[in-house]
């Protein structure tokens, strides 16, 4: 019997351990390259860098124009999610609670329309952008990602704002709130932990994002991390070093988003609202 | 102020949900509408919150005509079959959100809510969250958002049914007091017909959307407007027996019941005839106008018996005493009270005034 429950301890430990080095494993490679001395960039052995440098951190944080690059990536970021927001939730609310009479038909292009390959997009939008004279501009990469953080946004606010009880909205009503009373009195506060999530992998989506901002971009002056990273002057060849350590750096921010709000993003807020 | 329904009418589509020629709900009334599930009491309810808008018909309240108005114009307060508590305000919280929300000094707020949770019991509460009460005091706190407000109406859609029987039982008669307290009209909607008859002053039976007979408890219980009324109301349901007109009595089966005065210019009439277990008297010896009949199950209910009854293939149900302690299979003696019959056409259902 020990025995048996033995072996199924090891068998979960190992798949979770390959699991593990499945997802982390990259972020480790990065993270030990970006500490190798130059000279061992490109050996193997040795695995770990030996003595492990600062080197390539420092040349990335001391590199002109990289204050500018983080700026716009997070503003970039930080309006998509603000756009998202303000044009989901009244959307998600509608389709949720109301009676819209193309429901179907809405959430459905929506869908549609987030699964439509970015590559497509791309030459329209950069035409677009070029008549409306805001290429090189982070407002372009916010509305290009906005054609994909939208539907996403609206899609799973939707299905949360159904799982609130109609009669909290009904009661709402009753009590003397407005629609916009409805949202800001009873709406936000339940979905928060939802918003939360959707924001913070809207944020991601938009923070990662690469072909559309790469497009979009000419410049230091609207370009984004990843783009920046990609680009990363060398004189004869890819400095590896300093993009394994701008990459580490760039992952740096989500993380710390993550773990700060992981706690929050927690359901059964709703309980106790009816009977259940 | 009495409430009007004119021509109130409700469609989904082409399904008539509910259709209200005319109803007067008076002033201060605990008015219940009662009826199987899906005959439009609830959106009656809903109409009169103004949470539906009617297709057709107006609302008065007094003077004022509501129909336009939204549910808090209407100043109506709703108690819900769910309680319908907001999740992430405590008790204090819920009870202060109408207010709140009309914009009333904050020493006002608090006193009122200090005043509705004292007279249900809350004050202890106040600091909790919904999900920290019981079935119970959920209810009380939903009770008590709706006292708050002070409002003109109070709705109720099943307010009762999520709570055990015990506590249905305690909450009932609470309700009633309070509504006596208050002097405010009530308007209730139940399936629940014991709980109609037990709180109204005025019942509304419905179905299929229709009023089917709308007065107090006993009237709808002695003289139901037709069968449908008749059987739903009563715990064990009315006897409804085909029965036929003859010269100077009925004739069920092999059985006659003599009737004054006579009859005999209806003779030949078929008709629903309805009798309530309760009024049917049982004896262990024959006796005049009395049909033997065997026991086929005794179903005790504490200080009572429910009985099912065979007279030559005529079934019955009477309640009798449980310290008779009649067994299946046994020989009684039954006799329809004369005064207690009630009258149905057999086609329409319509009872007839003798």
């Keep these: 019997m020990d025995v048996k429950r033995t072996a199924h301890w090891l068998a979960g430990l190992l798949l979770v351990g390959l699991m593990l080095s499945f997802v982390l494993g990259p972020f480790v490679w990065q993270l030990i390259t970006a500490l190798k001395p130059e000279a061992q960039l490109a050996q193997l052995p040795p695995l770990l860098p030996s003595p492990p440098t600062g080197q390539h951190f420092a040349t990335v944080l001391n590199a002109p124009g990289l204050l500018r690059v983080a700026l716009n990536s997070i503003l970039v970021a930080a309006a998509t999610v603000a756009l998202a927001f303000f044009l989901g939730i009244p959307a998600a609310y509608a389709l949720a609670k109301l009676q819209v009479r193309a429901r179907n038909p809405i959430l459905g292009t929506l869908l549609c329309l987030s699964m439509f390959p970015a590559i497509a997009n791309v030459a329209p939008l950069y035409l677009l952008f070029i008549r409306l004279g805001i290429r090189d501009n982070p407002l372009a990469i916010v509305l290009a990602h906005s054609v994909f953080a939208l539907p996403f946004a609206i899609w799973m606010l939707t299905s949360f704002f159904q799982e609130i009880p109609d009669d909290l909205y009904r009661a709402a009503r009753i009590d003397g709130c407005s629609h916009v009373g409805i949202l800001r009195h009873v709406v936000l506060p339940l979905a928060a932990p939802s918003l939360l999530s959707v924001g913070l992998l809207v944020f991601i989506f938009s923070w990662n994002e690469f072909l559309y901002a790469f497009t979009l971009t000419a410049t230091e002056r609207s370009r984004t991390l990843p783009v920046a990273i990609a680009l990363f002057p060398g004189l004869h060849e890819l400095p590896w070093g300093e993009i394994a350590a701008a990459s580490v750096l760039a992952t740096l921010p989500v993380v710390a988003l993550v773990l700060l709000f992981e706690r929050r993003i927690v359901s059964g807020l709703t309980a106790g609202a009816v009977k259940g | ?354």
């Design chain 2, 1 to 354: 102020m009495d409430l009007r329904l004119d021509n109130l009418t409700k469609r989904f589509g082409d399904k008539l949900a509910v259709e209200i020629p005319s109803l007067t709900i008076r002033a201060g009334e605990f008015f219940t509408f009662v009826g199987p599930s899906g005959c439009g009491k609830s959106t009656t309810l809903n109409l009169i919150a103004g949470l539906e808008a009617p297709t057709a018909g107006s609302l008065h309240l007094g003077d004022r005509d509501l129909t336009a108005l939204t549910p808090h114009q209407r100043d109506v307060a709703f108690v819900f079959q769910s309680y319908a508590l907001y999740p992430h305000r405590n008790v204090f919280g819920n009870l202060a959100f109408p207010l709140e929300l009309a914009k009333r000094p904050r020493r006002e707020i608090k006193r009122r809510v200090e005043t509705a949770a004292s007279r249900l019991n809350l004050t202890p509460l106040l600091e909790k969250y919904p999900r920290q009460l019981s079935g119970g005091e959920r209810q009380r706190v939903a009770l008590g958002r709706a006292m708050v407000r002070q409002p003109q109406l109070f709705l109720f859609d099943e307010p009762l049914s999520n709570l055990d029987a015990p506590l249905r039982a305690q909450m009932r008669k609470e309700l009633k007091r309070l509504q006596k307290e208050l002097g405010t009209t009530f308007i209730y909607v139940t399936h629940d017909q014991e709980e109609a008859l037990s709180l109204s002053d005025r019942i509304a039976v419905m179905r299929g959307g229709r009023i089917q007979q709308c007065g107090a408890p006993r009237e709808i219980y002695d003289q139901p407007a037709n069968t449908f009324v008749a059987s739903f109301f009563g715990s064990p349901p009315i006897n409804l027996l085909d029965a036929t007109v003859e010269l100077d009595g009925l004739r069920l089966g092999d059985f006659r019941l003599p009737l004054s005065p006579p009859t005999g210019a209806l003779a030949g009439t078929k008709l629903a005839l309805g009798i309530r277990p309760e009024h049917i008297r049982l004896h262990a010896q024959p006796a005049e106008d009395a049909w033997p009949a065997q026991v086929t199950l005794a179903e005790l209910h504490g200080g009572q018996s429910y009985l099912e009854l065979d007279a030559g293939g005529l079934r019955l149900t009477a309640v009798a005493d449980a310290a008779a302690a009649h067994h299946p299979g046994q020989t009684v003696h039954v006799q329809l009270m004369p005064d207690r019959l009630l009258f149905f056409d057999q086609t329409t259902g319509v009872r007839f005034n003798k």
